[in-house]
């Protein structure tokens, strides 16, 4: 007797990793054979996941064109299927597997754009959080406020790289830029305000501090950080740009503790 | 959404797919403002009630929390399953019909039921393949899951034409199988026609105006549901919102037909 786990372990292997050969006996033929039956179903499952791809990496799809990025997805999703039923989750490991994928070893810079693309798609659909004024930090002492640790807009992020990824990036998004990849690196703060997503470049000690400072860290730490960088590093305009940017949206630490909702 | 939110249009509910608000922030917000002018239905996907090794707990909490939130009107999903091993198989995948798949799809019903606190409406797949050793035809299974857990059916009308068409079926006698009182509700959409193998083989895509074969089918189908809630699916290549409106006007004067020809029965 045939039991149900039996069939859908072997649905799982034709759809997922093309290999038919343990569903075929299970398949009445009815005039299309087994495969061209399974193949119907292994082909929406594939075109779906990748076109779920091609709709989060858009611009990694158009460096390496339509075929190309088929084939790879096609891969990662054989190696990394979804584990999830919402997926909203599905692709955050995409930029990995094209790091330690060799077809795309000649394009050193692919890894970084998807991340950024990701970061992209994360920050847009991130939720929302009503931002602190920094009224909340009046009064602090020095050691309190050396400790206080602040919580960033969730439609804020951060990345680095050593290639100018925000340029490749904006090259595919109608704009005429020039880009130079032996120009370098780059340091971009993601963010979604007022619906619209942003891409903006900042120096090393502003994204020394903020960076840290949205991982986690406490003040102290995130100006320790960004001196490092910057001997002129101004803790005092960084710390009230957070909040006019309503960047701040919960702290901890200082007396009165407040959270934003 | 966009085009509900500007425009505003007099529609009279509007289904979405629920695992695309779980966790997408600006889409649940959108929902939340179309709710404040129209009732919102959940049409699921991905809850994989054929699946042998049961549900997923953390997706079912999830889907209560949105259906709880927006006060959802009907809960529906599919008689397929789409997670084996702990992967998610991005698809509706075909069950064989068996004793022993009628107590699988039961179980995870009643739980499905039991968690989400509401009577759910289970959906006629269309299907592609069948299996060996399936024993019970599609409309019998359906009436026992609705029988044994309390469970209402949705009737997709596209996807028993397609079902239909592809196994050789007659789609009018699969509708009278079907058991009139479990139906809660009904699916009209489209589907492409391609070949394999040089058969014909009708693939459901929700991509094209409903044929005319459906909607004959859909008069039967309402001559014996009577008055149900109808929807027009549409997933792919979406056209403007007018489109839409025509297909649900059309099958809404159907339906004022069929319920004039039924009045009409009852007076003679």
């Known amino acids: 007797m045939t039991s149900l786990a039996e069939v859908q372990s072997a649905f799982g ?9 343990a569903l075929t006996r299970y398949v009445r033929t009815d005039g299309i054979s087994a495969a061209g039956r399974i193949g119907v179903y292994r082909n929406n499952v594939m075109t779906s996941l990748t076109s779920l791809l091609v709709e989060r990496f858009p611009v990694v799809e158009r460096l390496v064109g339509d075929g190309f990025f088929s084939f790879a997805a096609e891969g990662f999703i054989r190696t990394a299927p979804p584990d999830q039923a919402c997926l909203d989750s599905y692709g955050a490991e995409f930029p990995g597997f094209l790091a330690a994928f060799p077809p795309c070893a000649a394009l050193p810079y ?3 754009v998807a991340r950024l693309e990701w970061k992209l798609f994360g920050v847009a659909r991130a939720a929302f959080a009503a931002p ?13 406020a050396a400790n206080l640790r602040l919580r960033c807009d969730p439609a804020v992020d951060y990345l680095a790289s050593k290639w100018p990824v925000d340029r490749i990036w904006q090259a595919h998004q109608g704009e005429l830029v020039e ?3 032996a120009a370098g690196s780059c340091r971009v703060e993601l963010r979604r305000y007022d619906g619209k997503l942003t891409i903006r470049t900042l120096k090393p000690a502003e994204f020394a501090f903020r960076s840290a400072l949205a991982a986690g ?4 730490d995130a100006v320790a950080l960004a001196l490092s960088e910057s001997g002129d590093f101004d803790f005092f305009q960084a710390l009230a740009t957070l909040f006019t940017e309503q960047w701040v949206i919960g702290q901890s ?3 009165t503790s407040q959270e934003g909702s | 959404m966009a085009e509900i939110l500007s425009d505003r249009p007099a529609l009279a509910w509007v289904e979405v797919h629920p695992e695309n608000y779980l966790r997408n922030h600006p889409a649940r917000a959108a929902l939340h403002q179309v709710r404040r002018d129209v009732p919102v239905s959940l049409h699921g996907v991905a809850l994989s009630l054929g699946s042998s090794e049961g549900l997923d707990r953390g997706h079912l909490r999830e889907l209560r929390a949105l259906a709880d939130e927006i006060g959802a009107g009907l809960v529906s999903e599919h008689l397929a399953w789409s997670r084996v091993g702990g992967i998610y198989v991005n698809d509706l995948l075909p069950l064989p019909y068996t004793e022993e798949t009628l107590d699988i799809v039961c179980r995870n019903v009643d739980q499905a039921q039991e968690a989400l606190g509401r009577r759910l409406l289970v959906e006629n797949p269309s299907s592609y393949l069948r299996f060996e050793h399936s024993c019970i035809a599609e409309p019998e299974f359906l009436a026992a899951i609705a029988a044994r857990t309390g469970c209402g059916l949705l009737c997709d ?7 239909a068409e592809n196994f050789g079926l007659d789609p009018m006698a699969y509708i009278d199988a079907l058991p009139a009182a479990s139906i809660g509700e009904v699916h009209l959409s489209g589907h492409f026609r391609t070949a394999r193998e040089g058969q014909t083989l009708l693939i459901d895509d929700h991509g094209d105006l409903v044929c005319p074969e459906v909607w004959t089918l859909f008069r039967h189908a309402l001559r014996r549901f009577g008055p149900v809630p109808v929807m027009i699916e549409w997933d792919k290549a979406l ?3 007018a489109v839409l409106q025509d297909e649900a006007a059309r099958a809404e004067t159907i339906a004022g037909e069929i319920i004039r020809e039924t009045c009409f029965d009852i007076a003679c």
């Open chain 1, 13 to 21: 292997c034709a759809v997922l990793a093309g290999d038919f050969s």
């Open chain 1, 110 to 112: 692919l890894p970084d």
């Open chain 1, 132 to 144: 602190l004024t920094i009224a909340t930090l009046a009064g602090l002492d020095p050691e309190t």
């Open chain 1, 179 to 181: 880009v130079n990849i």
């Open chain 1, 217 to 220: 860290s406490t003040l102290g």
């Open chain 1, 253 to 255: 630490g200082a007396a």
């Open chain 2, 157 to 163: 009308v596209n996807n028993i034409f397609v079902t």
């Open chain 2, 239 to 241: 056209p403007p919102l």
